[in-house]
């Protein structure tokens, strides 16, 4: 059967439950309709379908797992947990559900019980970078320096990897006071960071504004400036270091070392376009660090790229206004305002950040590109 998008939705989507249909069908209706909610990219409505078809058949491993993930995917973390608790109850159970358990132990400090369901994760693709990120911060947790280190040896033997683990001794040690130990990782994580990944940036240069070496943390970020000139982040930590304020320490406790972890191979996953489980991760990553704006400006990215445009306004507006990354995230959403049928709206917000900072061009490029694409060419042009 071939169907327009709204008409397969609305036959698939009928209260199967009726006099004419006995409940097989209406489960069947549920299960047509989460596929085709999934295929359109409308998780939440693909989670609530696969919850009601679960109600029918609760203990169908691909309905558990599909249902975990979208629940995940789109926030729902306190919805997800009974699912995975109910796929990793009966062996060999799986990764992505034990990560959602073992951030619940973090959260409550169990990190017992955190690192033994961390040893048990399998040690080969993807899970095999996510494990020793997650060992080394549940040993973390335990107060135990060097089996951090140790897990992390594992991660740095991977190729591409190394920088991540210098990285995460860095703040591990950091965290647990090795002064030594974290500066000696932050000068090797700041000299293999040839991509200036931006979290790298602010956390070496926080630590050198801490230990007192402000020249340091100045030539840190001015070398990501030279490579980003447009970005904004910067900007405010050289003029916050200008003033004499001294920088907060980015990742302050282990269930945020946790959350970076998830985001930093969340990130990667994102640039391959494996937005799925990247989703998954980066809503772990908030669940453990709530005002995480990085990551809140991940999902608002993967919901941008996976056609959500609704869902990625809400994601970008929910990123604190007083962040660095705010106005990318103001843009952007009004850049989708746009997109969503709303140029009004798109139009006055951009005109009110082009006079925000009227030494910025990107609020005017934008907006001359959303009245192009409403014909108003004079308009453009004048923008």
């Known amino acids: ?13 009928r209260d199967w439950s009726s006099d004419v249909c006995s409940s097989d069908l209406s489960s069947a209706g549920d299960y047509l309709a989460a596929r085709h909610a999934q295929a359109t990219q409308d998780t939440a409505r693909a989670a609530d379908l696969y919850t009601r078809t679960l109600a029918d058949d609760p203990d169908n491993p691909e309905l558990l797992r599909r249902t975990f993930q ?13 699912i995975a608790r109910r796929i990793n109850a009966t062996p060999p159970g799986a990764a ?33 970078f996510l494990r020793p990120l997650v060992l080394a911060w549940a040993e973390a947790g335990r107060g135990n320096k060097r089996n951090a ?26 965290l647990l006071g090795d002064r030594a130990g974290a500066q000696a990782a932050y000068d090797a994580a700041v000299a293999g960071n040839k991509a200036q990944f931006v979290r790298i940036t602010e956390a070496a240069g926080a630590f050198y504004e801490r230990i007192g070496d402000g020249e340091r943390a100045r030539q840190v970020y001015r070398s990501y400036e030279r490579a980003h000139p447009d970005t904004l982040v910067m900007k405010a930590a050289l003029a916050r270091l200008d003033a004499g304020s001294l920088a907060p320490r980015p990742v302050s406790s282990i269930d945020a070392g946790l959350a970076e972890g998830y985001f930093d191979i969340a990130s990667l996953l994102h640039q391959e376009r494996i937005d799925d489980v990247a989703l998954i991760l980066t809503q772990l990553a908030l669940r453990l660090q709530p005002d995480f704006n990085m990551a809140r400006l991940l999902v608002a990215d993967i919901y941008e790229t996976e056609g959500h445009l609704e869902s ?40 009110a950040m082009a006079e925000e900072r009227p030494e910025r061009s990107d609020a005017l490029v934008a907006l001359g590109d959303v009245l192009r694409g409403a014909e108003r060419f004079p308009d453009a042009a004048a923008a």
Do not use: C
């Not at 059967?1 to 989507?13: D, L, P």
């Not at 979208?70 to 009974?82: N, T």
């Not at 959602?100 to 693709?125: F, M, Q, S």
């Not at 897990?151 to 991540?164: H, R, T, V, Y």
């Open 1 to 13: 059967f071939f169907f327009k998008q709204k008409t397969a939705y609305e036959i698939v989507s």
């Open 70 to 82: 979208l629940m995940v995917g789109a926030g729902r973390i306190d919805d997800a947990l009974p």
């Open 96 to 128: 992505l559900p034990a990560l959602a358990l073992i951030t619940e132990d973090a959260r409550a400090r169990r990190y017992d019980d955190a690192l033994a369901k961390a040893n048990k994760l399998p040690n080969d693709g993807l899970v095999a």
């Open 149 to 174: 280190e140790k897990a992390l040896d594992e991660l740095s033997a991977k190729a591409g990897f190394e920088l991540f683990a210098a990285f995460h001794v860095a703040l591990i040690d950091d």
């Open 312 to 351: 990625a306004i809400a994601a970008y507006e929910s990123i604190d206004p007083r962040a660095p990354i705010a106005w990318s995230a103001r843009l952007r959403t009004a850049v989708l305002f746009a997109e969503v049928d709303q140029v009004a709206a798109a139009v006055k917000r951009l005109e």
